[in-house]
């Protein structure tokens, strides 16, 4: 079955990255998109970008745009997304999710969420 | 850009409907999905395409959309579907996706 799992919690202080992993396993890894979303804490869902493991081609949501970099390593089925010049308001859960198999651009398949802290 | 509305809060007592809306400039002409979402869990796909339902996904729920509002419909709701929903779009405008800020449903 399709499995994404993102790395573990993360601190860090302003000003610092921060780099969140997914892995992924039960599929094709070059077959769909996959997708990076956070939620900050009792806000909603936030796109920040979404990147084509086929070819590695990226599409950042233009607030994210300068300060996110999302790569794949096709070797180990893996996505990641490094988010630069961090500010308290980063602190979010980001999950990575997958486009689901009928490919109509929804997400039929999450991560269990990384809790990233931005805090001094 | 594109912007969803949704109103923040939905109430309703268990075994009636429940219906959500979601707003945006001709969202009709745009395939809608809706997901819902409970305290600490990742979200959870209910509708995809306006109307399709995954598996596993009550018949319970169900989705239209047309002109400026989408909508998401839970008939005879339990108390299990008490969650925040969410839409989300495609914009092919920006090329973006775009969720709408959520609806907190609560059953009485």
């Known amino acids: 079955q399709v499995q994404l799992v993102q790395s573990g919690a993360e601190v860090k202080k302003p000003g610092a990255s921060v780099k969140v992993s997914c892995k992924t396993s039960?599929?094709?890894?070059?077959?769909?998109?996959l997708h990076w979303v956070r939620q900050a804490p009792g806000q909603g869902l936030e796109w920040i970008g979404m990147i084509s493991p086929s070819g590695g081609s990226t599409n950042y949501a233009q607030r994210f745009q300068g300060r996110v970099t999302m790569t794949r390593d096709t070797s180990t089925s893996t996505v990641n997304m490094e988010l630069s010049s961090l500010r308290s308001n980063d602190t979010a859960v980001y999950y990575c999710?997958?486009?689901?198999?009928?490919?109509?651009?929804?997400?039929?398949?999450w991560g269990q969420g990384t809790l990233v802290t931005v805090s001094s | 850009s594109y912007v969803l509305t949704q109103p923040p809060s939905v109430s309703v007592a268990p075994g009636k409907t429940a219906t959500i809306s979601c707003g945006g400039n001709?969202?009709?002409?745009?395939?809608v999905h809706w997901y819902h979402q409970k305290p600490g869990q990742a979200p959870v796909l209910v509708i995809y395409?306006?109307?399709d339902r995954p598996p596993g996904i009550p018949e319970r729920f169900s989705g239209s959309n047309s002109g400026n509002t989408a909508t998401l419909t839970i008939s005879r709701v339990e108390a299990g579907d008490e969650a925040d929903y969410y839409c989300q779009v495609w914009d092919s405008s920006s090329d973006h996706v775009v969720f709408g800020g959520g609806t907190k449903l609560t059953v009485l």
């Open positions: 039960g599929y094709t890894f070059t077959t769909y998109s």
């Open positions: 395409y306006d109307t």
């Open positions: 001709n969202i009709g002409r745009k395939g």
């Open positions: 999710a997958r486009v689901s198999d009928h490919d109509d651009g929804d997400y039929g398949y």
